[in-house]
Structure formats: structure tokens, C-alpha cells
């Protein structure tokens, strides 16, 4: 059973492009949560989603970040216009009920 | 609102002596789940361990054990024969019994000594 994939691992973008990273969970895992790590700093929750449904997105900033969990296909976490402070690791988490979650090995964002 | 707290940012020990993390945590609720996760240089997060809150075992796992004290509302985890691996920051997470967040602690950075 393969584990949660992300993708791309390292992607680099100028300040206003956008940046989209991508999630594929666990398999049977319906549930997927995005984190962002600063550097030397802890996981901060952004986003968690069920198929087709944002449950709780009281960590995403309002404005340039979305996140999505079609039916079909991975999860995207979507950052618009991106500056020097998004840069970090943006890790995916799954899991089968929502009570034990196994992470991505993350992706890291450098805006220059 | 639930917290988690780790009140040792750092920490440093020889290999082979036992070490323990300490974590705190707040929360109203009576079923949960707690955790412990690693991450190494590599920065990939690696579950450690888990407990359920309704459990009063401790949880084991090979050279890792928690020491979960319910009514203090604290859980540490206590490392054996502690290896050169082990160095990595150790994160203690909480999540309640339904669906909702994981909420994580700020982190133990743990260095093992030759």
C-alpha cells in the first residue's frame, strides 16, 4: 500500500506566479489535511477535506489559498499570487476515520 | 480550544542513555487520541507512536513509550537505549474522537550524542 504522495517535492516560483501542489492519499483513506512548517517553526493546520468537501479551513489565509478534494483524482492546495512568505514545507496528511493521520513526505515551495 | 504544549525546545543526550519528552495538553473532551511524531533531518513526519485516551496502558512500541497521565493531562515519551537516529525534532499531537484537526505541539528538537 503505497503511502501519501506528493507532489512535486521541490517547486520553485517568482513572486505572482502561482504555485499548485498536489496530493494523493492513502488508498481507502478519504479523509486529506494540508499543514505548512515555516522554517524552524511546528505544523501549522491549514485545511482538512473529505471527497467533494472542505470540513474545516480555519488555518487557510483568506485571500491567494484554496484547496480542493474532487471526487476523482488528488487533492490540490492552490496559492495564487505567491510572495516570499509562502515559502515553506507544505506537508498532505490522510486518513481512513479522521483519529490517526500518516503525513506526505512534503513539498517545499521557494518563492524568489 | 485545545492546545498542546512542549516545554523543552531542545534537548541533548549521549547514545545509549534513556531520554524523555515531555507534553501537556488541554482539552474538555474525554475521548481522544495523542501522539508523538518524528521528524529527522530528512523532514519526512514519522508516527512514533499513539494512544487512545480511554486506554489506560501505556502504549509501546520497541524502544519508544509514553507515560500518558490522563487527569494531568500529560504525555511523555520516553526513549530506551536511545540511537544516533533518533536525533530529529519530536512533535506531540492531539486529535479528539470524531473528525476535527490534529493539533501539534511546537516541538522537541532531540540530539543524540556519539
Known amino acids: 500500500n503505497a503511502g501519501v504522495m506528493q507532489n512535486p517535492r521541490h517547486l520553485v516560483r517568482r513572486r505572482g506566479q502561482e504555485a499548485r501542489l498536489r496530493c494523493s492519499p492513502m488508498k481507502g483513506h478519504s479523509h486529506v489535511y494540508w499543514y505548512r512548517q515555516l522554517p524552524e517553526e511546528g505544523l501549522k493546520f491549514m485545511v482538512y477535506?473529505?471527497?467533494?468537501?472542505?470540513?474545516?479551513e480555519s488555518g487557510m489565509p483568506k485571500e491567494r489559498f484554496s484547496a480542493e478534494f474532487p471526487k476523482e483524482g488528488p487533492s490540490i492546495l492552490r496559492i495564487q499570487q505567491v510572495v516570499r512568505g509562502d515559502s515553506a514545507a507544505y506537508f498532505c496528511?490522510?486518513?481512513?476515520?479522521?483519529?490517526?493521520?500518516?503525513f506526505g513526505e512534503g513539498s517545499w515551495l521557494t518563492v524568489v | 480550544a485545545q492546545t498542546v504544549t512542549q516545554s523543552q525546545p531542545e534537548m541533548s543526550v549521549q547514545e545509549a542513555e534513556t531520554v524523555t519528552l515531555s507534553c501537556t495538553y488541554d482539552t474538555s473532551e474525554s475521548n481522544y487520541y495523542l501522539f508523538w511524531y518524528k521528524q529527522p533531518p530528512s523532514r519526512q513526519m514519522i508516527l512514533v507512536i499513539r494512544q487512545e485516551a480511554y486506554k489506560q496502558q501505556n502504549a509501546t512500541e520497541n524502544r519508544f513509550s509514553v507515560n500518558f497521565q490522563k487527569a494531568a493531562k500529560s504525555f511523555s515519551l520516553k526513549i530506551s537505549d536511545s540511537q544516533l537516529g533518533d536525533t530529529a525534532m519530536y512533535f506531540c499531537a492531539f486529535i479528539m474522537n470524531r473528525d476535527d484537526k490534529i493539533i501539534f505541539g511546537k516541538g522537541t528538537r532531540l540530539h543524540i550524542l556519539p
Open positions: 477535506l473529505q471527497k467533494e468537501n472542505i470540513i474545516d
Open positions: 496528511a490522510s486518513s481512513p476515520y479522521g483519529n490517526t493521520i500518516y
